[in-house]
């Protein structure tokens, strides 16, 4: 028996097919994250039982869910889950307190008895002040609380959330973000998180998969997916450069052209070269310092103002997003079209196998 | 050359805001107010005629009193049968995939345009003494429906669950499933779902549903001749008692109308919120 959430599974809807498996342990917080249509609400669905896998199978703490094997499948209504839905669907003919009672009665409690668990994880949630009024009446972090509470009411084996931020405005988002942390880490259960925004995915999640097309890309803790992201959109996700390559120990011949020198790991074979945007330095000369050892020309193609720095679009060989300060910018009076030259210290190139 | 008009003053703001050239040509205007008037006239000349003096005293005798109050109860159970029987399969038709649905659909909607008295001659086929099931009736349990008030019940309710039916199972339709998905993920089983959150939501289509249905079986005449004939107090409903006093007491024909009419409107006020800002907000 195996404790936790166990998903190895293929699930098809349409042309599309998720094609998954994943693993997450008692209190873990599994992140997934991955762009539109990559499969990460399918993954959900398919856990809590809206749809049925095509192959493989679902377990939590041993029990099996669903396996197309045998054709077992527990219901919806019959599964140990709590469901957080991106767009909430909160009862709207119901109270927030019978809301969230919902699952208690569901599950054969009295009205009385229901009301009084609704109102315990209201005042949890520190929304006990809310109990009598209708979800229409709810601020979006209010309502967002609110599903969370409605889900843990029915006492699940398993959370579920669904990209559980994705409805609030910046502000209230932050706020709400640190609240559901907290919830998280009490919860006793494995936790699936779905989402696209990857500062949600670095704080919420012990763990994370990357999904793309309907495949994992990428596994890890989220601060080595920071540092070493696997494909094109989890660098531009962290903000990253990312360059495919072959290494030959000290250098690395790019696939896209150009080399960089690196720091010598002995390492061979195909690589990845990830590199920060901030790491990269800007000159209209060529940067004579022997400690640099990677200079290359270019031509700026672009300049767009992020909150405190300017990020140029660089083409060359190779070409890489750099950050750079808005006085910087002034002084070396950078436009499109302008050639500069690049630098890179080969301490600040991360290099693994790809 | 170019021909000069007057503007007044309102026309003038009405064009700078932006509502374009609004009057209406003659060929249209005309034929359009002759349908105003052709609408309009029969039910102002109902009031107009109506003896007023002595309303009170008409509406109040046992005749009138025996139709109007046969009508109020035979219409009311008609449309609560309609609801009972008629929300499930409007669900049924909504949310399953059983196989020939189009066509139960297609029959389920055919009281809507068939004229009422086929649907009296039919159900006196089935139910009559003689008739399909009727005869059984008869013989096993010495039941007889036709010319009871139960056989108005009946044609009331052939004519009228249609209506609710179409009501109720496009709101079903249009429903957001995801409430139910919601409900499901949170331990309720389908019929749990069903009563405390699709019912619920469904609310204000399954009143408007039970209105429409209510006034049509009210107005019910065809069908219920037919099948139920027209004895004062057992089976003569309003619309038959206005059809027969006709000859016999044409102010109690007026007034009786004047009462259906008035009910009509307020079925339309009670409504408008669902039909008459369509019309204004598009």
């Not at chain 1, 012990?206 to 494909?231: F, M, S």
């Not at chain 2, 499930?88 to 995939?97: F, H, N, Y």
Request: aromatic share 6%.
């Amino acid at each position: 028996m195996n404790a936790g959430l166990d998903v190895q599974a293929v699930v098809r809807r349409g042309d599309f097919d998720l094609d998954i498996d994943v693993h997450a342990a008692p209190g873990e917080v599994l992140g997934v994250l991955g762009p539109n249509g990559s499969g990460k609400s399918t993954l959900l669905q398919a856990v809590a039982g809206l749809v049925p896998v095509a192959g493989g199978r679902i377990a939590v703490d041993g029990q099996v869910l669903d396996d197309a094997e045998s054709g077992r499948f527990v219901e919806v209504a019959a599964r140990p889950v709590g469901y957080v839905f991106q767009d909430y669907r909160l009862f709207p003919h119901l109270s927030v307190r019978d809301n969230v009672a919902f699952a208690p009665r569901a599950r054969g409690a009295k009205r009385s008895l229901a009301r009084q668990v609704a109102q315990s994880w209201l005042d949890r949630l520190g929304l006990g002040q809310f109990a009598d009024r209708r979800p229409q009446d709810l601020s979006g972090g209010q309502a967002q609380r609110v599903a969370l509470a409605r889900a843990l009411a029915g006492e699940p084996a398993l959370l579920l959330l669904d990209e559980p931020l994705a409805a609030l405005d910046a502000r209230t988002r932050l706020e709400v973000q640190a609240e559901l942390k907290r919830h998280l880490a009490e919860f006793a259960g494995p936790s699936l998180l779905v989402t696209h925004d990857p500062l949600e995915a670095l704080v919420l999640a012990d763990r994370l998969v990357v999904l793309e097309e309907g495949r994992a890309v990428q596994r890890g803790t989220p601060a080595e997916v920071a540092r070493r992201p696997a494909t094109a959109y989890v660098a531009a996700l962290v903000g990253l450069n990312l360059y495919a390559g072959q290494a030959a120990g000290d250098h690395v011949e790019l696939d896209g052209g150009g080399r960089f020198v690196v720091p010598d790991h002995g390492q061979v074979g195909s690589v990845l070269v990830a590199l920060r945007p901030s790491a990269v330095v800007v000159g209209r000369h060529r940067l004579d310092e022997a400690s640099v050892r990677n200079v290359w020309p270019a031509r700026v193609r672009g300049l767009s103002l992020l909150a405190d720095r300017v990020r140029l679009d660089v083409v060359g060989r190779p070409s890489a997003l750099v950050d750079v300060t808005p006085a910087a910018v002034a002084e070396l009076g950078i436009a499109v079209g302008q050639e500069v030259w690049l630098s890179a210290k080969a301490l600040d190139l991360e290099v693994y196998p790809r | 050359m170019a021909r000069p008009t007057t503007l007044r003053p309102a026309e003038r703001a009405r064009r700078a805001a932006g509502g374009g050239q609004r009057s209406a040509p003659g060929v249209i205007l005309v034929p359009a107010l002759i349908a105003l008037a052709f609408l309009l006239i029969p039910l102002g000349g109902l009031i107009i005629r109506a003896p007023w003096t002595h309303a009170w005293e008409i509406l109040t005798r046992d005749d009138a009193l025996d139709a109007l109050r046969l009508s109020l109860w035979t219409t009311t159970l008609a449309t609560g049968i309609s609801i009972v029987l008629g929300v499930p399969l409007a669900w049924l038709l909504a949310r399953t995939d059983l196989p020939g649905l189009r066509w139960v659909r297609a029959l389920v909607t055919l009281p809507l345009v068939l004229p009422p008295v086929v649907g009296g001659v039919a159900l006196l086929l089935a139910f009559g003494r003689n008739g399909l099931l009727g005869r059984y009736l008869d013989q096993w349990f010495g039941i007889t429906l036709p010319f009871t008030p139960a056989a108005v019940i009946m044609a009331q309710t052939f004519v009228a669950m249609p209506f609710l039916i179409i009501t109720v199972e496009g709101a079903l339709r249009s429903a957001d499933a995801g409430y139910e998905e919601a409900a499901a993920t949170l331990g309720a089983g389908r019929l749990t779902v069903f009563r405390r959150v699709t019912l619920p939501l469904l609310a204000p289509s399954l009143i408007a549903g039970a209105v429409l249905c209510w006034a049509r079986a009210l107005g019910e005449f065809g069908a219920t001749i037919t099948f139920a004939g027209s004895f004062p107090g057992r089976t003569q409903t309003m619309p038959i008692s206005v059809y027969y006093a006709l000859e016999s007491d044409p102010d109690a024909a007026i007034l009786l109308s004047l009462v259906m009419l008035l009910v009509s409107v307020l079925v339309l006020v009670g409504l408008r919120d669902r039909w008459l800002r369509v019309g204004a907000s598009s």
